[in-house]
């Protein structure tokens, strides 16, 4: 008779939540063959809790609990646990709280002796020309800008139009909108496809620019547009069978 193998991954993919706060942190990645007084150790530099005195808990993704990391010895992978669970620590969390300065009052610089200061972030961007102390990247920005915007503006609301997006089919459409959209940067055009190939109704987080059917609708950066004689085609269901 052939023997049989169960092979299970040797890292296990959880949610970490503390009882101190709602705060719950990104996946982390834990080798099940990690002992569960090595994994507490981790969890510490992790929650701030105290390894000696932490309990730690599990539940699966429905919020249900699974069981109590309780025996020190123990494999994490003996523990009847899968991906995307979640470990609890409970715990006082006194090296947090040690460390927890909320209530100090912090020196400031004023803005005259920060600009002074050699050591600074501000003077560290301000030596290599990075970020918005490089003037050439900041001029380059604002023309492109100003391009974007003044080709959205010479986009005709209701006239026919074709996109054209990298890695995309080309699109038909009507343009049905021009001009920002909010949390979005630069200049926009809204466009209403002849097919259900777009992203929204014309409503964006909540803000509606224009009205269309759902997935009809898209926004779409001025120099993917281009308009002209782009009749809308006729799919007549009556050319196959």
């Known amino acids: 008779m052939a023997d049989f193998k169960v092979v299970t991954p040797d890292f296990l993919k959880v949610y970490i939540s503390t009882s101190k706060d709602d705060i719950s942190f990104n996946e982390k990645r834990f080798p099940k063959d990690l002992t569960i007084s090595d994994l507490k150790a981790k969890l510490e530099l992790i929650t701030g809790g105290n390894c000696n005195t ?29 991906d995307g669970m979640r ?22 610089y004023s803005e005259e002796e920060y600009s002074k200061k050699t050591d600074s972030v501000r003077a560290f961007l301000l030596k290599n020309k990075m970020g918005q102390y490089n003037e050439e990247n900041i001029k380059k920005k604002e023309k492109q800008l ?27 459409g009507t343009v049905m909108y021009t001009g920002a959209v909010e949390t979005l940067p630069g200049y926009w055009v809204g466009v209403k496809y002849d097919e259900p190939l777009g992203k929204n109704n014309g409503t964006f987080k909540g803000k509606t620019y224009f009205e269309c059917a759902n997935n009809y609708g898209a926004f779409v950066k001025p120099h993917n547009v281009e308009c002209g004689d782009f009749p809308e085609e006729d799919y007549d269901l009556n050319e196959e069978i």
Not at 155 to 172: D, E, F, H, M, W
């Open 54 to 82: 932490m309990q730690v808990e599990a539940y699966d993704k429905d919020n249900k609990h699974i069981c109590s990391l309780s025996n020190n010895e123990a494999l994490l992978g003996s523990y009847p646990l899968d």
């Open 146 to 172: 100003a391009e974007e915007k003044q080709l959205a503006e010479s986009t005709p609301i209701g006239s026919r139009c074709k996109v054209t997006v990298s890695n995309a089919p080309c699109r038909l």
């Open 87 to 108: 470990l609890h620590v409970v715990d006082k969390f006194s090296i947090r709280n040690e460390l927890d300065f909320g209530d100090v009052q912090k020196f400031e």
